[in-house]
């Protein structure tokens, strides 16, 4: 779960735009937005802290008591969004969301698969169809993942959310039986064989049957009855 809260100490910008965003970088911080009720303020939060804060034991689900520099007030947050640089894979900028820690929030929660499947022991292949997934809870409960125990599937099986299981107080959005969480097909080489041997026994019995539409009649056998008579 999010249990972890972690204080973030962040300072105001009065200068926007993307030469500014890009100063702040070069100086090691992270451009955002923390999103309260009824005020909206751009901030710069330092890049080492950011990345503490994110990658305890409640990754990007952590609470953040966002301290704004020079006041005392706490404003505990979550992270709303985020973008990342496209080739070093750091962040670039953050969107943080003030929330009621006894008010439920809607989050998005990576799928996790352990165990290993049966029908991958005989062949098959896993795939993870949806990576992640839509739930309700109350912001200290939402957890960094949910775990899908694969071990069971075989070969032809498909894992539906209705068949996840989640923590009492977790509530998924997602409609239950559409979505489909991970499948165990038939590795795709032997469905190219099998369908080039079907292709093979068809195009044998087709030539097979023309053959005897064709046959001519044996010597001496009339070729037909008369319909002329003498």
Same mark, same amino acid.
């Given at each position: ?9 962040v300072?105001e /910008?009065d200068?926007l735009?993307?030469?500014h965003s890009?100063?702040l970088r070069?100086?090691g911080?992270i451009?955002g937005?923390l999103?309260g009720k009824?005020h909206?303020?751009?901030?710069a939060?330092?890049e080492r802290d @950011?990345r +503490?804060? @994110?990658t305890?034991s409640?990754?990007? &689900?952590? +609470?953040?008591?966002?301290? @704004? ?17 496209? +080739?070093?894979?750091?962040?670039s ?6 929330v ?8 998005? =929660? ?7 499947s049966?029908?991958?022991k005989e062949?098959?292949?896993l795939?993870l ?6 739930v309700?809870?109350l912001?200290?409960?939402?957890? #960094?993942?949910?775990?899908?125990d694969?071990? &069971?599937? #075989?070969?032809g099986d498909?894992?539906?959310? #209705?068949?996840v299981?989640?923590?009492e107080n977790?509530t @998924?959005l ?9 499948? =165990?097909?038939?590795? /795709? ?5 099998e ?7 068809a195009?044998a019995?087709?030539?097979a049957?023309e053959? #005897?539409?064709g046959e ?6 009339p070729a ?6 003498e």
């Open positions: 779960m999010s249990g972890d809260r972690i204080k973030l100490e300072s /910008r200068a735009g993307s030469r890009r100063r070069a100086q911080l451009p937005v999103y009824g909206t303020r751009p901030i939060v330092g @950011l +503490i804060a @994110l305890g409640s990754g990007l &689900h952590a +609470i953040l008591d966002v301290v @704004l520099e020079g006041q005392k007030t706490v404003h505990p947050s979550v992270l709303a969004e985020y973008q990342q640089d496209p +080739i070093r894979g750091t962040l900028h953050i969107d943080l969301r003030e009621q820690l006894d008010q439920a929030i809607h989050a998005t =929660v990576a799928v996790s698969l352990v165990g290993e049966v029908g991958v062949g098959g292949v795939s169809v949806t990576r992640e997934l839509n309700e809870a912001p200290m409960d939402v957890p #960094e993942h949910l775990e899908v694969v071990s &069971h599937m #075989e070969v498909v894992f539906r959310l #209705e068949d299981r989640v923590p977790v @998924l997602d409609d239950p039986h559409e979505t489909v969480i991970a499948t =165990v097909s038939t590795p /795709r080489g032997f469905v190219e064989l369908e080039a041997e079907a292709a093979a026994a195009e019995e087709a030539e049957a053959g #005897e539409e001519e009649p044996e010597e001496g056998e037909g009855e008369a319909t002329d008579e």
